[in-house]
């Protein structure tokens, strides 16, 4: 069974009253933005970790198919069930599990996270990985019999995805640019920072950072 598979039917042998619980709880968030990892919280005390980690990137998948086609969540939910074998041991806990997804889904601080997420990620290169590499490089002598000297050297190394292609560029860099680029990243935090509050404050609309995509994974 496929991991999509069995998600599901962890979601649909959910009782009635864990259903609601959850429902609630997401409900009275409030139009807040929650990361994902920050709504698997607000779930775990209705069930574990694992189910409120499923449960939450079964519904942000969901919003992303949904943009992305430009099909509605119901929809998406009966083509789901019609692809479900008739024979199939699971039928009715996968059935129930997509009908708690549609409803869930519809919560406003659900469309809200799937929104964020969408929106962080229109670019055309995203950022996978980042890594300095530091080594020491040698300086021979003329008849390179010995070594005179060396220079540390660093290279800044930065893996994008673009347009679904894996790419990799690497920069060489000094002690000065590293400097730089850190003293650019603490500003770019302190950016983040104040806009947030400056909109929270002035204009009462909650903002929120550039959201992870890695509940999709």
């Known amino acids: 069974m496929e991991r999509e598979d069995r998600e599901l039917v962890v979601i649909g042998s959910l009782s009635r009253e864990t259903e609601d619980t959850i429902f609630s709880v997401l409900n009275n968030s409030g139009h807040q933005i929650l990361p994902p990892e920050q709504m ?71 469309r809200l996270a799937a929104r964020a997420i969408d929106l962080s990620y229109e670019s055309d290169n995203l950022l996978q990985r980042s890594r300095v590499l530091t080594d020491i490089r040698p300086i021979f002598s003329e008849d390179a019999g010995s070594i005179d000297g060396a220079v540390v050297a660093h290279t800044l190394r930065l893996r994008y995805d673009s347009a679904g292609l894996d790419r990799e560029i690497s920069l060489a860099v000094d002690s000065n640019d590293l400097r730089k680029l850190i003293f650019q990243c603490e500003r770019a935090l302190l950016k983040e920072e104040t806009s947030q509050m400056q909109m929270i404050e002035k204009a009462d609309i909650t903002t929120t950072p550039r959201q992870s995509n890695d509940i999709y994974e």
Do not use: F, M, W
């Not at 189910?51 to 992305?68: D, E, I, N, P, T």
């Not at 099909?71 to 789901?80: A, D, K, M, Y």
């Not at 996968?94 to 409803?103: C, T």
């Open 40 to 110: 698997v919280a607000l779930l775990s005390d209705a069930v574990s970790t694992d189910v409120a980690g499923s449960l939450v990137g079964s519904l942000l998948r969901l919003h992303q198919v949904s943009s992305r086609t430009e099909s509605s969540i119901s929809n998406l939910i009966e083509l789901r069930k019609i692809r479900i074998d008739l024979a199939d041991d699971y039928r009715s806990e996968k059935v129930r599990g997509l009908d708690v997804i549609e409803r869930l889904a519809a919560v406003p601080t659900v």
